[in-house]
């Protein structure tokens, strides 16, 4: 259960409403999913938020599908089902095959263990990977 009330489109503030078109404009969609109405509780956080991962996620030197894809990688690491859902979808919108979801699960599993693993052990860094 949210700890705060959506702001839907019909009761949000001009500066709501600003961000809100940005953001349907930018996905070509007619619909806020709950994090941004969550967010726009706080609408200075709403469009900062926004902003920053709109220029993030925007095509570069990596393909936005792989974006997707790191984003699900570091919610399943962090263990937030509200963006592994919906980094997912999009990633899935995207081309993500269900043999590259469970290919990046392992992955992402793999790291956890070992990172884990290193961390408890304290093992010291190779010189040839130092920089």
Known sequence: ??????VEYTEASAEVRAVYDDIMATRKTDWINNFWKVLANDPVTLRR??????QIMAPG???PLIKEMIYIAV?????????????TASARNKGMTDAMFH?????????????RLAS???VEIDEQFKQ
């Open 1 to 6: 259960m949210a700890m705060h009330q959506s």
């Open 49 to 54: 938020t926004w902003e920053s991962i709109k």
């Open 61 to 63: 030197a990596l393909d």
């Open 75 to 87: 919610s399943v690491t962090n263990q937030c089902p509200y963006c592994i859902a919906s980094h």
């Open 103 to 115: 290919e990046l699960m392992a992955v992402v599993g793999m790291a956890n263990e070992t990172n």
């Open 120 to 122: 408890g052990y304290q």
